[in-house]
DNA sequence: TAGATTGTTAATCGATTAACAATC
DNA sequence: TAGATTGTTAATCGATTAACAATC
């Protein structure tokens, strides 16, 4: 068992974001009562090469069995171990605007096990409050509240203009992982991560891909 | 002037996401009363590369001139031109449960020009209901609704497991570009786009990041 | 004209896919 | 053992970057 081992290349991003696909779809097949799985199965799921998925997986281990495929209970174990999805994670949201408002009622982050523990505007009217659970603090104690409580995610949600300035205060508190839905693009060190949701951008994209086919046809 | 041609290769759909963040620059550049910009300072704003700025630019047309760079008007409206932001586009809901709902009172597609016509429910206590100025209908009324207001844009915030359902009727209705909000790999013909908005994954992926550094520290 | 910057071709880089020996 | 499928190397493909003639 090698499975422990250091990855021996630089992992691209995409093999990330794939790996949790597989996940989901290991949820399913174990859900199913499927005990294994061939990487030619998992990749039919998705319209995927089969030498991909085993690329995928063999940066971080031999998880399969020649002959046979892989485990679904064992590979699923290994890619929550790997994702780092065996502890449950506790996230600040800053900027309780529309969106931010929107998302801190959105129950989809504690059903993935990721929980919303401190919210931070700089309307006073809102700090102080709780909503639902969490507690809305000011603004300008990111720094202190992140560092007491050891937050390490942050999910952004606040207006353009102000989203540098949030982030570098983020980046100062200790967090290494970003959502962020401000459209504009953060700068950070290299040892954070963002990962932007950028609405704008993805309906400016589907806009075009409507024209053309409005114009085609 | 050859800017009305017809792209001549395949044109990338990164290309297209940078489009409209070149698109976004060139906004703020106007308001600040910048005439003209060069590739170099362009990308720079990114992290891009110039050459990547001029070739993204040329896929469509030649919009540059020489020794000088990019008029940021005229550019800003080949761009817009371009993506189809030159006209308002309708879209349509499916699936008001606590994601769908926030993203109805979501004001950030109204301010980009996607304007939220008709929602769906199941639910027939939702059925018939207005919520702001949108009108709620049901999902077995996607096609005809759909087609009489000739609607060709459409974000699902269904449950996974409804998700390729409400798929196949925004197909037969005519639509053409989807923003999916369910975790789940949607199958549609080729003329249709599906941007997949999957929290579930980004969330994931920075986990891994986070975990990653937590290791490595 | 001299300097600058485009548009485009060629070189490079990285990611995907094919192929196959290893092995269950 | 025979059949199947992994893990990995080599080949392919596509996207990014460098380089430079064209030209404002």
Redesign the pocket.
Same mark, same amino acid.
């Given at each position: 068992m090698k499975s422990q081992r250091l990855a021996r290349h =630089?992992i691209?991003e995409? %093999?990330i974001t794939r790996l949790s696909i597989y996940l989901r779809c290991l949820e399913e097949l174990l859900a199913d009562g499927t005990l294994a @799985? !061939? !990487? #030619?199965q998992l990749a039919n799921r998705f319209g &995927?090469? !089969?030498? #991909?998925v =085993?690329?995928d &997986? %063999?940066y971080f281990g #031999?998880? $399969? @069995? =020649? $002959? &046979? $495929?892989?485990y679904t209970g064992e590979l699923k174990g290994n890619l929550e171990r790997i994702l780092g999805l065996t502890q449950q994670w506790e996230v600040a949201l800053v900027g309780l605007g529309n969106l931010g408002s929107a998302l801190l009622n959105y129950r989809g982050f504690q059903q993935r096990g990721f929980r919303l523990a401190a919210a931070f505007d700089n309307d006073a009217g809102k700090v102080g409050m709780r909503i639902g659970r969490v507690p809305v603090f000011d603004v300008e104690r990111i720094v202190p509240i992140l560092k007491r409580r050891r937050i390490k995610m942050a999910v952004i949600a606040v207006p353009a203009a102000a989203a540098q300035a949030v982030t570098d205060q983020l980046v100062a508190a200790g967090v290494n992982a970003i959502l962020n839905f401000a459209p504009t693009q953060l700068s950070v060190p290299k040892r954070v991560k963002v990962q932007n949701v950028d609405l704008s951008v993805m309906l400016k994209t589907l806009s075009f891909y409507t024209t053309r086919s409005a114009r085609a046809s």
């Open positions: =630089r691209p995409r %093999a @799985v !061939s !990487s #030619q &995927l090469n !089969s030498a #991909q =085993r690329k &997986l %063999a #031999q998880f $399969g @069995v =020649r $002959g &046979l $495929g892989y």
